[in-house]
């Protein structure tokens, strides 16, 4: 099995690597929705499929997850999701791979970061039924799609970087001692919940994509527009994939 990371949405934002092992797979394990994600997936892999391949496309259904869960349920209610999902994957790999079948599953971004593809494979190995081998192509993590796109380095020298989500910002505030945060997952604007002095912020939406959508600038001066803009574009589109790092000055 192979986890393959393809970037952040920009068809050019996939790696060699990522395309050579995509064309080397018997099946593609795609996740059974019909939202912009999956046939942004999709379109990158028409685009690079190497000539001559095709592999078999197997859609997995994906269990419903209660996204209500208060605060304190949250990593229960994902522990469970995973669960859910793993019964279904273990399925799939057990009936659509021969033995030395090689099926992958296409992973946004980079699969090691805030991506569940790994930690399920490791669930399904770990219940024992079926049994394979599986490895991991990196991919250009928003992360670096955004840092890149502002034309800033990630960390200021020998300073340490945390990457958080928006939930934990909007609980926790700027930590103590971190002058740079990256935020991933912020559905409700998190950075208009912490005081803004002192801090700058480098905010993109569809990054990497031809939708981009860049805004930097003082918190204090920038975060209506932030907001405003989010907003609009999520209004438009019907879904919005926005990160950003908020930097002390
Ligand atoms: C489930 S995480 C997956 C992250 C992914 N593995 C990566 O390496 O970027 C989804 C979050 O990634 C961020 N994200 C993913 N693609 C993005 C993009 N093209 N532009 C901005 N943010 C993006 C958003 O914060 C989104 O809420």
Redesign the pocket.
Same mark, same amino acid.
């Given at each position: 099995v192979l986890v393959i990371?393809i970037?952040?949405?920009?068809p050019d934002q996939i790696t060699v690597q990522a395309i050579r092992a995509i064309g080397g797979a018997d099946v593609l394990f795609e996740i059974d929705r019909t939202d912009d994600l999956v046939l942004a997936r999709r379109e990158i892999c028409e685009r690079h499929l190497p000539p001559g391949t095709s592999p078999r496309v197997v859609a997995l259904a994906e269990p419903r997850r209660d996204r209500s869960a208060a605060a304190a349920a949250y990593v229960s209610s994902v522990d469970e999701w995973r669960a859910r999902r793993a019964d279904v994957w273990e399925q799939a790999i057990g009936h659509e791979l021969d033995g030395d079948g090689c099926g992958a599953f296409l992973?946004? @971004?980079?699969? &090691? =970061?805030?991506?569940?593809t790994i930690a399920v494979l490791d669930q399904v190995l770990a219940r024992g039924r079926v049994r394979f081998e599986y490895d991991v192509v990196p @991919?250009?993590? &928003? =992360?670096?799609?955004?840092t890149a796109a502002h034309r800033i380095p990630l960390n200021r020298v020998a300073g340490p970087v945390l990457i958080t989500?928006?939930r934990r910002l909007a609980e926790a505030g700027m930590p103590d001692g971190v002058g740079d945060v990256f935020?991933?997952?912020?559905?409700s604007c998190a950075f208009t919940a912490i005081a803004p002095d002192g801090i700058a912020i480098y905010w993109?939406?569809?990054?990497?994509?031809s939708e981009?959508l860049l805004i930097a600038g003082p918190l204090a001066a920038v975060a209506d527009q932030i907001e405003r803009v989010r907003g609009d574009a999520r209004a438009r589109r019907g879904w919005v994939?926005?990160?950003?790092l908020l930097r002390r000055s």
């Amino acid at each position: 099995v192979l986890v393959i990371g393809i970037g952040p949405g920009g068809p050019d934002q996939i790696t060699v690597q990522a395309i050579r092992a995509i064309g080397g797979a018997d099946v593609l394990f795609e996740i059974d929705r019909t939202d912009d994600l999956v046939l942004a997936r999709r379109e990158i892999c028409e685009r690079h499929l190497p000539p001559g391949t095709s592999p078999r496309v197997v859609a997995l259904a994906e269990p419903r997850r209660d996204r209500s869960a208060a605060a304190a349920a949250y990593v229960s209610s994902v522990d469970e999701w995973r669960a859910r999902r793993a019964d279904v994957w273990e399925q799939a790999i057990g009936h659509e791979l021969d033995g030395d079948g090689c099926g992958a599953f296409l992973v946004w @971004g980079d699969p &090691s =970061l805030y991506d569940s593809t790994i930690a399920v494979l490791d669930q399904v190995l770990a219940r024992g039924r079926v049994r394979f081998e599986y490895d991991v192509v990196p @991919g250009v993590s &928003s =992360l670096h799609a955004l840092t890149a796109a502002h034309r800033i380095p990630l960390n200021r020298v020998a300073g340490p970087v945390l990457i958080t989500t928006g939930r934990r910002l909007a609980e926790a505030g700027m930590p103590d001692g971190v002058g740079d945060v990256f935020v991933m997952l912020d559905g409700s604007c998190a950075f208009t919940a912490i005081a803004p002095d002192g801090i700058a912020i480098y905010w993109g939406a569809y990054v990497g994509t031809s939708e981009q959508l860049l805004i930097a600038g003082p918190l204090a001066a920038v975060a209506d527009q932030i907001e405003r803009v989010r907003g609009d574009a999520r209004a438009r589109r019907g879904w919005v994939m926005d990160c950003y790092l908020l930097r002390r000055s």
